[in-house]
């Protein structure tokens, strides 16, 4: 049944003197649907396999449900096997020289059940998985989404209190991939099972995550379900990582007009001699010229994102910013803009306020 | 892994020019090689007084005789059958003991850590490169005192022991070249050390298995100087060493000696050919990066 994990004060040094992850404290609920997200060499992976037993922190302790699975302050580690978890890897690892059936059946052989129940479950899953028809085939003959769905077969077939996903969208292309995303999520659903997923996706983390975990470096970054995310990012960094096209951010002295355009307290102003301002496209909407707005400005280049288009828009000195476009305009004309949040952040970029307007 | 595989391809091939130059290149290599080879067949297949006349080159007068093939395996004095059946008995454990210990020892190498491991592995390299004829006296008296002198056992355990070292060498390489993904992924599906080893890591490491066996059995095969020194009865004596008793006392005859040679190279050829597959696939693993 579905466990929770926790994970205490966790470091990881890779000698000489690497630290892939610093001070992870995490508690992930039973049934969850957790995803680590951060860039490339964040130390997510890392996470995951010391989670899963493939690697060996430095020091801080990892329980599943009440079991404590490694403690390296304690010396104590227990096996990936005796574990009771399921692991997708990014390229699927599925084991060439078996057929997809062997490959689920594996970790069930390797328990030494018998063989009918071993036949029954295979059945099971792979029915639940829509691959029934693909059991006699050898990896190398399956497209790249039916060897994810086995790989999730055989992490799933010997019903572990933890399934871990390390990036299993990344291999597939745009199109299947947005399927992948709703068959995972609804499998976990409906299992109700505890999962940890790593990518460096955001579009994958917010599509399938309850909660959302931003690794930068080996540090948390912030932790939340992904709206928090989105609406009050703690600092530069995750206002520039999350959000689609990436938030305007502009380091402007705390003299410059703008910050009065747009209403910054005296009290920051006094306090800081460089903010960031963070402006996201989709809360700056470009209006006629005659409507009312906060900021005036040319537009420079038009994009079309599906239905919506967003203008880039020069607002002098040499400042400009990407709005939503939400009037006729073409390049050249002039438009104003009306904000509905900014946020300002302090020169060493965490978040001072949020001004809604 | 495929993609890889045909970038690779693409790129060594290029040009006409290029394969014209590589095919003029290889046909020369070919040519040199297997000249000698058709000298010592056709010596074989002809009656000796016209090879010495005329030289195995020309072509007339042409004589096809099988009498040097009959002489070589039914001569009373030397039998090159039981010289056959001997290197049989002696190469094929020669070649499966070391295959399996060097398996293990490798598999250890490529993927567990040990303190001194660097040290170890480099030592095994170092010690690879001390000929046998610095061996053979330590190697002679230590089957003196253990009393398989003469015995099928003791040159096998000879052969084996000088395997093992290469072997690894070998398979240690082929074994890191194999995706670590898949072992930690038996691994979390519940395998421990040795089964992750058996069920996995040996069966995707069949064509360097292969080739390594091939290898073997082939040194083994055509090995000289270790039977010479360690087995003096005729009856267990190997093909090799019954090859050159054929020479005779006062002249060389040389249709019996390139008959006798032509069935001693074949089982090594045979293998060659049988295996041809999985040794060239076990060499194009080694040589390509996955």
Same mark, same amino acid.
């Given at each position: 049944m579905a466990k929770g994990v926790r994970i205490e004060n966790i470091w990881k040094i890779f000698p /000489? !003197?690497?630290?892939? +992850? !610093?001070n992870i404290n995490v508690e992930i609920k039973p049934g969850e649907f957790f995803v680590i997200l951060g860039p490339s060499g964040s130390g997510k992976t890392t996470l995951l396999r010391i989670i899963a037993g493939l690697e060996v922190p430095t020091r801080g302790r990892v329980s599943i449900g009440d079991k404590v699975v490694v403690d390296a302050d304690k010396g104590m580690f227990i096996e990936p096997r005796d574990r009771n978890i399921g692991m997708v890897f990014q390229n699927w690892? +599925?084991?060439?020289?078996?057929s997809a059936y062997d490959n689920i059946a594996f970790p069930l052989k390797l328990k030494k059940l018998p063989k009918e129940e071993i036949n029954k479950r295979v059945k099971e899953v792979a029915e639940a998985l829509g691959i029934a028809d693909l059991l006699?085939? !050898?990896?190398?003959?399956?497209s790249g989404g039916q060897q994810q769905r086995v790989a999730v077969a055989r992490a799933l077939v010997k019903q572990p209190d933890v399934l871990l996903l390390d990036? /299993?969208?990344?291999? +597939?292309?745009a199109r299947i991939r947005v399927t992948a995303r709703e068959f995972v999520k609804e499998i976990q659903k409906k299992l109700g099972i505890t999962t940890i997923l790593v990518t460096h996706d955001q579009a994958d983390a917010f599509a399938v995550g309850d909660r959302v975990m931003v690794l930068r470096n080996g540090e948390v970054q912030q932790m939340g379900i992904p709206e928090e995310l989105y609406? %009050?990012?703690?600092n530069v960094f995750i206002a520039n990582f999350i959000g689609d096209p990436p938030m305007n951010i502009f380091k402007l002295?705390?003299?410059?007009e703008l910050l009065k355009k747009i209403g910054v307290d005296d009290e920051i102003i006094n306090k800081h001699k460089e903010v960031y301002i963070g402006i996201r496209p989709d809360e700056a909407i470009a209006l006629e010229p005659k409507e009312e707005g906060h900021l005036k400005g040319t537009v420079i280049i038009i994009e079309y994102v599906g239905s919506r288009k967003y203008a880039k828009i020069d607002l002098g000195n040499g400042l400009s910013i990407r709005a939503l476009l939400e009037c006729r305009a073409d390049n050249g004309d002039t438009v104003s803009i009306r904000l509905v949040k900014v946020h300002v952040f302090s020169e060493t970029g965490e978040r001072i306020t949020t001004i809604r307007f | 892994m495929k993609k890889l595989y045909r970038f690779r391809r693409t790129g060594l091939i290029g040009s006409p020019f290029k394969i014209l130059i590589l095919n003029i290149i290889a046909w020369i290599i070919g040519i040199l090689w297997i000249t000698p080879f058709i000298g010592i067949f056709m010596t074989s297949i002809r009656p000796f007084r016209e090879v010495v006349l005329?030289?195995?080159? =020309? #072509? =007339?007068?042409f004589t096809f005789t099988l009498k040097n093939y009959i002489d070589a395996l039914f001569n009373p004095m030397f039998s090159l059958g039981r010289g056959l059946l001997n290197s049989f008995i002696i190469a094929i454990p020669s070649t499966l003991i070391p295959i399996t210990i060097a398996a293990l020892t490798a598999y250890g190498f490529a993927r567990f850590s040990l303190p001194i491991k660097k040290y170890l592995f480099a030592t095994i390299l170092f010690l690879?490169?001390?000929? %046998?004829q610095m061996t053979i006296i330590p190697i002679f008296f230590l089957l003196k005192d253990l009393h398989l002198l003469n015995t099928y056992l003791g040159l096998i355990l000879v052969h084996s022991s000088w395997g093992i070292p290469w072997i690894t060498f070998f398979l240690r390489n082929y074994f890191s070249l194999l995706p670590a993904e898949l072992e930690e992924a038996a691994r979390v599906d519940g395998a421990s050390d040795f089964q992750v080893f058996r069920i996995v890591v040996l069966p995707l490491a069949i064509p360097g298995l292969i080739s390594a066996a091939v290898l073997q059995f082939a040194w083994v095969w055509n090995d000289f100087f270790f039977a010479l020194m360690l087995i003096f009865d005729p009856n267990k004596m190997v093909v090799t060493q019954m090859l050159p008793r #054929? !020479?005779?006392?006062?002249?060389?005859d040389w249709g019996l000696l390139s008959s006798g040679s032509i069935i001693a190279m074949l089982a090594p050829l045979l293998i060659y050919g049988f295996f041809n597959k999985y040794y060239m696939r076990g060499f194009r693993g080694w040589a390509m990066k996955r």
């Amino acid at each position: 049944m579905a466990k929770g994990v926790r994970i205490e004060n966790i470091w990881k040094i890779f000698p /000489p !003197k690497v630290v892939a +992850l !610093k001070n992870i404290n995490v508690e992930i609920k039973p049934g969850e649907f957790f995803v680590i997200l951060g860039p490339s060499g964040s130390g997510k992976t890392t996470l995951l396999r010391i989670i899963a037993g493939l690697e060996v922190p430095t020091r801080g302790r990892v329980s599943i449900g009440d079991k404590v699975v490694v403690d390296a302050d304690k010396g104590m580690f227990i096996e990936p096997r005796d574990r009771n978890i399921g692991m997708v890897f990014q390229n699927w690892a +599925l084991y060439p020289h078996m057929s997809a059936y062997d490959n689920i059946a594996f970790p069930l052989k390797l328990k030494k059940l018998p063989k009918e129940e071993i036949n029954k479950r295979v059945k099971e899953v792979a029915e639940a998985l829509g691959i029934a028809d693909l059991l006699n085939r !050898k990896p190398g003959h399956m497209s790249g989404g039916q060897q994810q769905r086995v790989a999730v077969a055989r992490a799933l077939v010997k019903q572990p209190d933890v399934l871990l996903l390390d990036e /299993p969208f990344s291999n +597939l292309d745009a199109r299947i991939r947005v399927t992948a995303r709703e068959f995972v999520k609804e499998i976990q659903k409906k299992l109700g099972i505890t999962t940890i997923l790593v990518t460096h996706d955001q579009a994958d983390a917010f599509a399938v995550g309850d909660r959302v975990m931003v690794l930068r470096n080996g540090e948390v970054q912030q932790m939340g379900i992904p709206e928090e995310l989105y609406d %009050q990012p703690v600092n530069v960094f995750i206002a520039n990582f999350i959000g689609d096209p990436p938030m305007n951010i502009f380091k402007l002295p705390t003299t410059h007009e703008l910050l009065k355009k747009i209403g910054v307290d005296d009290e920051i102003i006094n306090k800081h001699k460089e903010v960031y301002i963070g402006i996201r496209p989709d809360e700056a909407i470009a209006l006629e010229p005659k409507e009312e707005g906060h900021l005036k400005g040319t537009v420079i280049i038009i994009e079309y994102v599906g239905s919506r288009k967003y203008a880039k828009i020069d607002l002098g000195n040499g400042l400009s910013i990407r709005a939503l476009l939400e009037c006729r305009a073409d390049n050249g004309d002039t438009v104003s803009i009306r904000l509905v949040k900014v946020h300002v952040f302090s020169e060493t970029g965490e978040r001072i306020t949020t001004i809604r307007f | 892994m495929k993609k890889l595989y045909r970038f690779r391809r693409t790129g060594l091939i290029g040009s006409p020019f290029k394969i014209l130059i590589l095919n003029i290149i290889a046909w020369i290599i070919g040519i040199l090689w297997i000249t000698p080879f058709i000298g010592i067949f056709m010596t074989s297949i002809r009656p000796f007084r016209e090879v010495v006349l005329y030289g195995w080159w =020309s #072509l =007339s007068p042409f004589t096809f005789t099988l009498k040097n093939y009959i002489d070589a395996l039914f001569n009373p004095m030397f039998s090159l059958g039981r010289g056959l059946l001997n290197s049989f008995i002696i190469a094929i454990p020669s070649t499966l003991i070391p295959i399996t210990i060097a398996a293990l020892t490798a598999y250890g190498f490529a993927r567990f850590s040990l303190p001194i491991k660097k040290y170890l592995f480099a030592t095994i390299l170092f010690l690879m490169a001390v000929p %046998q004829q610095m061996t053979i006296i330590p190697i002679f008296f230590l089957l003196k005192d253990l009393h398989l002198l003469n015995t099928y056992l003791g040159l096998i355990l000879v052969h084996s022991s000088w395997g093992i070292p290469w072997i690894t060498f070998f398979l240690r390489n082929y074994f890191s070249l194999l995706p670590a993904e898949l072992e930690e992924a038996a691994r979390v599906d519940g395998a421990s050390d040795f089964q992750v080893f058996r069920i996995v890591v040996l069966p995707l490491a069949i064509p360097g298995l292969i080739s390594a066996a091939v290898l073997q059995f082939a040194w083994v095969w055509n090995d000289f100087f270790f039977a010479l020194m360690l087995i003096f009865d005729p009856n267990k004596m190997v093909v090799t060493q019954m090859l050159p008793r #054929l !020479k005779g006392q006062y002249q060389v005859d040389w249709g019996l000696l390139s008959s006798g040679s032509i069935i001693a190279m074949l089982a090594p050829l045979l293998i060659y050919g049988f295996f041809n597959k999985y040794y060239m696939r076990g060499f194009r693993g080694w040589a390509m990066k996955r």
